[in-house]
């Protein structure tokens, strides 16, 4: 992963981490009463005035702490200068030269500056640019006496080529009698200067990196020879000169982002055996397998699959025990997980239980509860739904079926995890897409409304290779369902240039002729200079297709509007709709037989599988077609050549899993609810080995991390499992 992109997700961290050393930890509020360097203000900082630090601040850098994880997208050297015949259109360089012309000039009511300079041996002969120019769209004060024709300068800056001339915009002026330094190339921050922001940064290294906390106490370091998180930063800010290499920083971890990988991985496995011993103890309500699991696998109208009922026997087998059931069912798209849950339910309710059915979405929710109410009427469960769409009054009638027992499965969106639902007896609950619902929210769930705990049942659609599932989904006992129902043929997936339009106009018409349906997924609502927009393609499709045949779909509509138009689209009133991802997880058209991703480039491969697996689903040939924006970058390329190449979920995602780590694996947006900024389990497995052997040696002398030596590592794992819960992402 190259250094920049790896250190872009970086800020998400930035007030957890500055307070106890990674996601999850104290923020200033909870740290020791007495303030420390990291609690000073910003504006203690060299260079930053009220108006520089009023605009760190709308950015969440509001002291000396956060400033330390704003941490660099990579670096420039600057000190070796470059020949002027060398430049390259787009290279970062420092070029020393002779000033042979400057002058200002007026531009737009103002003054801009240009200079241009040579190299200093006029004598030798080479190929490529002569000169560089420079130039400054807006004068800044004392250029022209900096750049006087004759006197040797030098400059720092991305180089462009503009009409055949090498051209620097804006350049750093850098002391020609001095050698360069290695300088950290932070995230632009509008209304601060480059170099006021790299003074303070470093200024904050200097004053308070030492007193940055660590999960790990100083002599568990000290004895498997692990620095500290201090330590590391400062690294990171201010390479060492004598061991800098500028591309192998680019293309591989250092040792220091290896130190704080490490230490998120501590607080990832703390956190996980603190889960883990918080449920020791809780008993949960025994249900017997028959007669209610043979009765709910003949209700279906068609016959479970040899994987799906091993899944059922699993499941099933595990509801038998006191000890509370705590499963991940995951399986490719299309596999049939929802008949296994549904089939859990079943048991669950002959206990005269409660299952709760938690759904990414509302659309997803009343997708789920009109797919299974014919089932569950054949086995007389009692069905309902409770999403934030319903009325005052439907509320109070769900709330009160609920807590008195009139309903036997409810199905519901986070709306479901409200301080004032309450049920009779809880025995179940099943999450729909672990990636949606956090940690927390599941277990302040699972607590309520009995005395004893409830099983839980978490799918997925996002396989992923066993040894990393049992650490990724903090230990709960793994099911696979590792084949589809007969009948299902894969979706023939292409590649298409955006430019190219009329192919996929034929090949949507083509779709409809058959009497299919066509998906149009866009990667945001609104259109804007870098990403395609439902608004720009919903008015491509209306006017291709006509206004009465095309909808559009998205999470500003009301719950009540974007179900009439599934509806719409189900029966056929609507032959293409346009929306975002709030169509990627289980919608189910049967008749749904071709599938347009706009931008594909922009989703990953285990996302873009979702969505392909929204077509086809009555057995019949469907289509799916990924446009592209160009320049395509060959990363881009492969990956979505890739989905080209197999319609295996397990394979993707592994490739997925490697190419992006697990925030995008597991649909987070760069939100840090993950906690793994820095690590990447797939590529870290010995990593990963050694964090959750110094969490087991912290945790073996010290169970409850009541410890002084323990408090940061304490205050970190109480705040993960606060903020555990994942942003609901409603396209």
């Given at each position: 992963m190259r250094c920049e992109s790896k250190l872009r997700a970086a800020f998400a961290l930035t007030k957890s981490v500055t307070s106890a050393g990674i996601d999850g930890s104290l923020n200033p509020g909870e740290r020791a009463s007495v303030p420390t360097l990291l609690d000073h203000p910003i504006e203690t900082l060299p260079g930053?005035?009220?108006?520089?630090?009023?605009?760190?601040?709308?950015?969440?850098?509001?002291?000396?702490?956060?400033?330390?994880?704003?941490?660099?997208?990579?670096?420039?050297?600057?000190?070796?200068?470059?020949?002027?015949?060398?430049?390259?259109?787009?290279?970062?360089?420092?070029?020393?030269?002779?000033?042979?012309?400057?002058?200002?000039?007026?531009?737009?009511?103002?003054?801009?500056?240009?200079?241009?300079?040579?190299?200093?041996?006029?004598?030798?002969?080479?190929?490529?640019?002569?000169?560089?120019?420079?130039?400054?769209?807006?004068?800044?004060?004392?250029?022209?006496?900096?750049?006087?024709?004759?006197?040797t300068v030098r400059v720092a800056g991305r180089v462009h080529d503009y009409r055949g001339t090498a051209t620097i915009a804006h350049p750093e002026t850098l002391a020609a009698d001095t050698p360069g330094a290695i300088e950290p190339r932070y995230p632009e921050i509008p209304g601060v200067r480059r170099k006021t922001l790299r003074r303070a940064v470093r200024a904050a290294v200097d004053r308070a990196v030492a007193e940055v906390p660590d999960l790990i106490p100083p002599a568990l370091r000290a004895e498997v020879g692990v620095g500290a998180v201090g330590e590391a930063l400062a690294a990171i800010h201010v390479p060492d000169p004598a061991t800098f290499d500028e591309e192998s920083e680019a293309e591989q971890p250092t040792p220091a982002h290896g130190r704080l990988a490490l230490e998120e991985l501590v607080l990832w496995e703390l956190a996980l055996r603190s889960r883990r011993a918080s449920e020791r103890g809780g008993v949960a309500r025994p249900f017997e397998i028959e007669p209610a699991v043979q009765s709910a696998c003949g209700a279906f109208p068609f016959e479970l699959t040899e994987a799906q009922q091993r899944a059922v026997t699993e499941v099933s087998g595990a509801l038998t025990s006191e000890t509370p059931m705590r499963r991940l069912l995951q399986g490719d798209v299309g596999c049939g997980k929802t008949a296994v849950a549904m089939v859990a339910c079943a048991q669950v309710a002959a206990g005269a239980a409660q299952t709760v059915f938690l759904a990414p979405t509302e659309l997803l929710a009343d997708q789920h509860a009109d797919t299974l109410r014919p089932t569950a009427e054949e086995l007389g469960l009692r069905l309902g739904v409770f999403t934030g769409a319903l009325s005052k009054d439907q509320r109070r009638s769900m709330l009160d079926r609920m807590a008195t027992g009139a309903v036997d499965v409810i199905l519901g969106t986070h709306a479901l995890l409200s301080g004032e639902v309450r049920f009779a007896d809880l025995g179940l609950v099943i999450v729909d897409e672990q990636h949606r619902f956090g940690v927390a929210q599941r277990l302040r769930l699972g607590t309520r409304g009995s005395t004893r705990r409830p099983h839980l049942l978490v799918m997925t659609a996002t396989p992923i290779p066993r040894s990393l599932a049992l650490v990724l989904y903090a230990g709960l006992e793994l099911t696979t369902i590792d084949a589809k129902p007969p009948g299902?043929?894969?979706?023939?997936?292409?590649?298409?240039?955006?430019?190219?339009?009329?192919?996929?106009?034929?090949?949507?018409?083509?779709?409809?002729?058959?009497?299919?349906?066509?998906?149009?997924?866009?990667?945001?609502?609104?259109?804007?200079?870098?990403?395609?927009?439902?608004?720009?393609?919903?008015?491509?499709?209306?006017?291709?297709?006509?206004?009465?045949?095309?909808?559009?779909?998205?999470?500003?509509?009301?719950?009540?509007?974007?179900?009439?138009?599934?509806?719409?689209?189900?029966?056929?009133?609507?032959?293409?709709?346009?929306?975002?991802?709030?169509?990627?997880?289980?919608?189910?058209?049967?008749?749904?037989?071709?599938?347009?991703?706009?931008?594909?480039?922009?989703?990953?491969?285990?996302?873009?599988?979702?969505?392909r697996g929204r077509v086809g689903r009555a057995g019949q040939r469907s289509a799916c077609l990924l446009t592209f924006g160009e320049p395509l970058s060959t990363e881009a390329e492969a990956r979505l050549q890739v989905l080209c190449d197999t319609d295996d979920g397990f394979r993707l995602a592994e490739r997925d899993f490697e190419l992006r780590g697990p925030g995008h694996l597991f649909g987070y947006r760069q939100s840090g609810a993950s906690g793994l900024q820095f690590a990447n389990p797939a590529r870290d497995r010995a990593l990963l080995k050694r964090a959750g052997d110094l969490a087991d040696r912290i945790i073996g002398v010290d169970p409850d991390l009541s410890a002084p030596e323990h408090a940061p590592a304490r205050a970190a794992v109480e705040r993960w499992e606060r903020n555990a819960a994942v942003r609901e992402d409603a396209g």
């Open positions: 930053i005035g009220p108006a520089t630090g009023a605009h760190l601040r709308k950015r969440g850098y509001e002291s000396v702490g956060d400033l330390l994880w704003l941490l660099p997208r990579g670096y420039d050297d600057q000190r070796r200068p470059a020949p002027i015949h060398t430049l390259q259109d787009g290279d970062y360089v420092v070029v020393e030269g002779v000033v042979r012309r400057a002058r200002s000039f007026p531009r737009g009511g103002r003054m801009g500056f240009e200079a241009r300079i040579e190299p200093m041996d006029e004598t030798s002969e080479h190929d490529g640019y002569r000169e560089l120019k420079l130039v400054w769209f807006q004068s800044i004060p004392g250029l022209a006496r900096r750049f006087v024709e004759g006197e299902r043929v894969p979706a023939t997936t292409k590649m298409i240039s955006r430019a190219q339009r009329a192919p996929v106009f034929r090949q949507i018409e083509r779709a409809l002729e058959a009497e299919g349906r066509a998906f149009v997924v866009c990667p945001a609502i609104s259109s804007s200079d870098e990403l395609v927009g439902v608004d720009r393609v919903f008015d491509e499709m209306t006017a291709q297709f006509g206004g009465g045949r095309v909808g559009q779909i998205h999470g500003r509509l009301p719950g009540e509007e974007r179900r009439a138009l599934m509806q719409a689209f189900r029966e056929g009133e609507l032959q293409v709709l346009v929306g975002t991802t709030v169509l990627e997880v289980g919608v189910d058209v049967p008749a749904a037989n071709i599938i347009v991703v706009e931008q594909a480039e922009r989703f990953g491969l285990a996302q873009l599988h979702q969505l």
